[in-house]
């Protein structure tokens, strides 16, 4: 089955840096590859996505990259603000209704 | 759009009580799935729907945990007798697509057994 691997684990950052998260994926199947923002004691809620037709996808100060030959894609946010803090989660879907996660980074934007 | 609607948000059972906990998708989405979520283990996958019908059930831990669609609109997954481990943040999400594509979560039931 899909395995997706997550990293860092914990990321802190001073506030107008930027933070990097990167996920690599087994699965060549995989061809949907969404990230995840949950805040302290709420839901999972879907930032951004990308298909594997695509390379690169942007909406603001968020922006995803994606590698198909070395299996693995990133989340970049710049210019963080401490709202941002959060734990972000990487996910692949070969699309058969299964979404395999990644195990999470905690990002602390520091004011 | 009211989004994913769970209940309850919170339960506290003694073990051996049944707990059931319920979904309401959105509006006109096709599947629906139920995640367990722990900090040894994380975002589990349990058990996805499509039309209703359960699809893979292969995420669920034990006999002791079932799931349930009658119709588009609700969804229950029960845990009967319920154990201690069974203590996590219960989510369920539903997605516009076949394919799972596009999950939209719930607010959470978070589960404790005593």
């Known amino acids: 089955g899909e395995n997706v691997e997550q990293h860092p684990s914990t990321l802190s950052v001073q506030e107008g840096d930027s933070a990097v998260i990167k996920c690599t994926y087994s699965?060549?199947?995989?061809?949907?590859f969404p990230w995840y923002k949950q805040e302290l004691g709420k839901r999972p809620q879907l930032i951004i996505d990308?298909?594997?037709?695509?390379g690169e996808k942007k909406d603001q100060r968020i922006a995803v990259t994606l590698n198909k030959t070395a299996k693995h894609f990133s989340l970049h946010i710049t210019e963080t603000q401490p709202e941002d803090s959060a734990v972000y989660f990487c996910a692949a879907s070969t699309g058969a209704n299964n979404l395999f996660f990644g195990t999470g980074t905690r990002l602390t934007v520091i004011p | 759009d009211a989004g994913v609607i769970q209940s309850p948000r919170h339960e506290v059972t003694e073990m051996g009580q049944e707990v059931t906990l319920r979904c309401k998708p959105i509006?006109?989405?096709?599947?629906l799935f139920w995640y367990r979520q722990t900090m040894m283990r994380g975002l589990e996958l349990l058990i996805y729907?499509?039309?209703?019908?359960?699809?893979?059930d292969s995420g669920m831990p034990e006999d002791r945990f079932s799931a349930k669609m009658p119709n588009a609109s609700f969804s229950t997954l029960k845990i009967q007798p319920s154990e201690p481990r069974d203590s996590a943040v219960y989510f369920c999400?539903?997605?516009?697509?076949?394919?799972?594509?596009?999950?939209?979560f719930g607010p959470g039931t978070r589960l404790t057994v005593t």
């Open positions: 990308i298909r594997s037709n695509v």
């Open positions: 699965d060549s199947a995989s061809n949907y």
């Open positions: 999400a539903s997605s516009p697509q076949h394919t799972g594509y596009e999950q939209y």
């Open positions: 729907f499509n039309n209703n019908v359960p699809i893979d």
């Open positions: 509006s006109g989405h096709n599947s």
